[in-house]
């Protein structure tokens, strides 16, 4: 009995010290997601799951339910600045995010359902569609890809193909308009729900071609939408009995809060095409990493 006690406080320290060791792993990890989300200004949050999983070994359906407290609570941070300075369009914001608030449970009882491994590849299968994305948007417009990270604000006055506006750039909720934003919100809380993921690789594409916002606001308004939406997931995970580790996910916020700040001011400097591209150069690699794992 004596041996077994003395052997436990020789491993005492040491168990400490990984503990500690953990800690700070999760701190930096969570300053990495959010570093990237506030450089690139969209997308980084994306990285969030596949660090949890192979990085710190959370089982992928409670990596989930982490990156979607980080996530939200970045765009929380994020959503309530932009909001100050009048760049938010709050009615079009809530609608989105009415529509994304029911798909969000949804994402998440669809994931309970689908095995892990399936779960990561079809991840991995996002992440290449996102990467892609971006690097089309760098190459064919790479103005937005300065503009998503700039100070000013667009007074919205596009025309966009469903949504119409009055001529103070106010939004005209038709019966076309309401359906179009119901439908890509749905999406955006479907896929959040499942993967755990912001969605604003949706959301802003959505808010500029639907509803005819200019970029700026477009990315205001979608952190926003992000943080409501991050929230019914969130509640749907703990709902469905998928507790979330507390301490993980409070250091994960927290290095994903410092981060994104830090993330942002280097932004202004570093923004351009190529950054753009080597984001998405590094999603493909991470995506060809998961899949490798997954059939090993």
């Known amino acids: 009995m004596f041996a077994l006690i003395d052997g436990l406080l020789a491993f005492a320290p040491s168990a ?13 990890f969570g300053g990495l997601v959010g570093f990237s989300l506030g450089l690139t200004g969209g997308g980084g949050s994306i990285f969030a799951v596949p660090l949890l999983v192979y990085g710190l070994g959370v089982r992928p359906r409670e990596a989930i339910g982490v990156s979607l407290a980080a996530v939200g609570a970045n765009a929380l941070v994020g959503g309530l600045r932009r909001l100050s300075r009048g760049e938010v369009e709050v009615r079009t914001g ?7 608030m029911v798909g969000a449970p949804a994402g998440s009882w669809l994931g309970s359902r689908v095995p892990e491994g399936v779960l990561l590849v079809l991840f991995a299968g996002l992440m290449v569609a996102v990467a892609a994305r971006m690097w089309r948007q760098a190459s064919r417009n790479p103005e937005e890809t300065r503009a998503v990270r700039g100070p000013s604000i667009d007074p919205g006055d596009g025309r966009g193909p469903s949504c119409r506006r009055d001529p103070e750039g106010r939004p005209t909720l038709t019966s076309r308009c309401f359906a179009v934003l119901l439908v890509a919100g749905l999406v955006t809380g479907v896929l959040s729900g499942l993967f755990g993921v912001g969605g604003g690789f949706v959301i802003v594409p959505a808010l500029v071609l639907v509803a005819g916002m200019g970029i700026h606001r477009a990315v205001a308004t979608s952190l926003l939408v992000i943080a409501l939406i991050g929230a019914s997931g969130v509640a749907s995970h703990l709902a469905a009995g998928r507790p979330l580790p507390l301490t993980l996910t409070l250091l994960f916020v927290a290095g994903g809060v410092a981060g994104m700040e830090l993330g942002s001011l280097a932004g202004r400097r570093l923004a351009g095409p190529r950054l753009q591209k080597l984001f998405a150069s590094a999603m493909i690699a991470v995506a060809a990493f998961i899949v490798l794992k997954s059939l090993a």
């Open 16 to 28: 400490a010290a990984f503990v500690e060791a953990q800690a700070l792993v999760a701190l930096a």
């Open 94 to 100: 809530l609608l989105f995010t009415a529509a994304g």
